[in-house]
C-alpha cells in the first residue's frame, strides 16, 4: 500500500542489506518517507531507487563509516538537523565467530566501536531531537546474544548487551517524554552476518534459523503492539517477563551499607562497621 502523506522519515543504518534492507521496504510500505545509511553507496542507491518507485516514497542515501567517529558524528548532525525525522532503526552491527581468546583484538575494538559507539551516538541524538520536537520513537537491534553472552564471540555479546542495558535505561528515562523506545534481540538470522562472521549458516540447525523478512515483520508487530523488548523466537513473553520480574527483585538489594552475612568474616568488625 502506498501513501500520499508521509507518516515521518526513518533513518535506518545498516540499510544496504540484510535486516535493515528490510526494514526499509516495511518502513516504506506503512508511508515513512527514508534516510538509508550504511557504507556501500552502491547497493544504498540501488535500494533506494527500487523503493522509492515501489512506495511512491522519497528515499534518500547518506553513506557512511559508522565505525568512524567523524563519520557517526555528521550522521547524527544529520539526524538532528531533519526536523521530519521521527524514527530511528539502530541496526548497524557487526558480529564475530572466533571464540574471545582467538579473536583480533583490533577487530573487537572495531566491532565494539560500531555496536556500542555509534548506537550510543546516534540514540543520544535521536532522544534529544525526538524530546523537542515532542515525539519520536528509537528501535535498537540488540540480539540474544545479550541475554545468552556464551553462544558466539564474548566481545559481541558484550556489544549486546550494552544495547540492552543502554535501551533499558533510555525507555526509563524517556517514556514520560512521549519518545518510545523498543530493543530487539533477534536469534540466528539469514544475512550475511554469519559469513561477515566467518562462521557458515549452514552449520546452524535450520530449525534455529529465522529469515530476515519474518524477524522484521514480527518486531515491527512487537512495535505495535507496543513493546519494549521483543524477542521474536520467544513462545510466552511470559518468560521474559519472568527474567525482568528476576531482576527487578534484586534491587532493594543491590546496594546497601554492609556486606552480606555470607561475606562477613568473625572478628572483622566489618558487621558493626568498626575497622580495626
Ligand atoms: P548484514 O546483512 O551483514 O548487515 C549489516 C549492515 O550493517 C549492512 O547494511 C552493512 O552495510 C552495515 N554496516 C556494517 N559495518 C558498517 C559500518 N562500519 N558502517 C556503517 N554500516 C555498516 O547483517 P544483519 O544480520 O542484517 O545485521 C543487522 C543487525 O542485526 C546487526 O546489528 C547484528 O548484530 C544484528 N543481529 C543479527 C543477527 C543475525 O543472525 N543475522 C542476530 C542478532 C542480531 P555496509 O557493508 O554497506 O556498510
Same mark, same amino acid.
Given at each position: 500500500m502506498t501513501q500520499n502523506q508521509s507518516t515521518g522519515t526513518a533513518l535506518i543504518t545498516g540499510a544496504s542489506s540484510g535486516i535493515g534492507a528490510v526494514y526499509a521496504e516495511r518502513l516504506? *510500505? *506503512?508511508?515513512?518517507d527514508l534516510v538509508l545509511v550504511a557504507r556501500n553507496t552502491g547497493k544504498l542507491e540501488s535500494l533506494a531507487g527500487t523503493l522509492a518507485k515501489s512506495t511512491g516514497r522519497r528515499v534518500e542515501v547518506l553513506?557512511?563509516?559508522?565505525?568512524n567517529?567523524?563519520?557517526?558524528k555528521r550522521v547524527a548532525e544529520f539526524l538532528q538537523s531533519r526536523r521530519d525525522i521521527s524514527l530511528l532503526v539502530n541496526n548497524a552491527g557487526v558480529g564475530a565467530g572466533s571464540p574471545l581468546?582467538?579473536?583480533?583484538?583490533?577487530?573487537?575494538?572495531?566491532?565494539?566501536?560500531?555496536?556500542t559507539?555509534?548506537?550510543? *551516538?546516534?540514540?543520544?541524538?535521536?532522544? *534529544?531531537?525526538?524530546?523537542?520536537?515532542g515525539s519520536g520513537t528509537i528501535i535498537n537491534i540488540a540480539s540474544i546474544v545479550a541475554v545468552a553472552p556464551e553462544l558466539l564471540n564474548g566481545v559481541y555479546g558484550a556489544s549486546k548487551a550494552y544495547v540492552l542495558a543502554l535501551s533499558q535505561s533510555m525507555r526509563?528515562?524517556?517514556?514520560?517524554?512521549?519518545?518510545?523506545?523498543?530493543?530487539?534481540?533477534?536469534?540466528?538470522?539469514?544475512?550475511?552476518f554469519w559469513r561477515a562472521s566467518g562462521v557458515p549458516i549452514e552449520v546452524l540447525p535450520s530449525e534455529m534459523?529465522?529469515?530476515?523478512?519474518d524477524l522484521v515483520d514480527a518486531a515491527l508487530a512487537g512495535l505495535d503492539l507496543g513493546e519494549f523488548v521483543t524477542v521474536p523466537s520467544l513462545p510466552e513473553a511470559a518468560d521474559w517477563d519472568r527474567l525482568e520480574n528476576a531482576r527487578q527483585a534484586l534491587r532493594p538489594n543491590l546496594s546497601r551499607n554492609v556486606p552480606a552475612p555470607r561475606y562477613q568474616v568473625a572478628g572483622s568488625g566489618t558487621s558493626t562497621g568498626v575497622s580495626h
Open positions: 516504506a *510500505r *506503512r508511508g515513512h553513506s557512511a563509516d559508522l565505525s567517529t567523524g563519520e557517526v581468546l582467538e579473536a583480533d583484538i583490533d577487530a573487537m575494538e572495531s566491532m565494539i566501536a560500531l555496536n559507539t555509534a548506537v550510543t *551516538r546516534l540514540a543520544y541524538a535521536a532522544a *534529544r531531537a525526538f524530546v523537542a520536537r526509563h528515562e524517556l517514556e514520560s517524554k512521549n519518545v518510545k523506545v523498543q530493543v530487539v534481540l533477534p536469534g540466528a538470522i539469514a544475512t550475511d534459523v529465522m529469515s530476515s523478512a
